[in-house]
């Protein structure tokens, strides 16, 4: 399955952005669908995951309350809504997609190109 991020963008801090990633290539709805991001110098981190039919979602914690991990399996498009956003928060955001419903990025086989948050201060 082929993946292509975008949305991204540079904010303030404590605006919102939605990211959107959109599938092709194969059967979306048999995918779980994660984001990861990566800062400047640090390992890529989770930040959330969805199953495959969209009812079960599960956030790392510093994003629990914020963002928003969603998934339209007609439009083979899964989304992150990031509300209140931090610096901390500034990363490529990556999506991806696999067949275990998991926080372990080596779980996931097919990896979008990423697109930047740059949150400002």
């Known amino acids: 399955v082929q993946l292509q991020a975008f949305g991204g963008g540079l904010v303030q801090a404590g605006d919102s952005l939605k990211l959107s990633c959109a599938a092709s290539g194969r059967t979306f709805s048999n995918y779980v669908m994660a984001w990861f991001r990566q800062a400047p110098g640090k390992e890529r981190e989770f930040v959330a995951a969805i199953s495959r039919g969209g009812g079960t979602t599960f956030y790392r914690d510093s994003v629990k309350g914020r963002f928003t991990i969603s998934r339209d399996n007609a439009k083979n498009t899964v989304y992150l809504q990031m509300n209140s956003l931090k610096p901390e928060g500034t990363a490529l955001y990556y999506c991806?997609?696999?067949?275990?419903?998991?926080?372990?990025?080596?779980?996931?086989?097919?990896w979008g190109q990423g697109t930047q948050v740059t949150v400002s201060s």
């Open positions: 991806a997609a696999g067949s275990d419903y998991t926080r372990l990025p080596d779980t996931y086989s097919y």
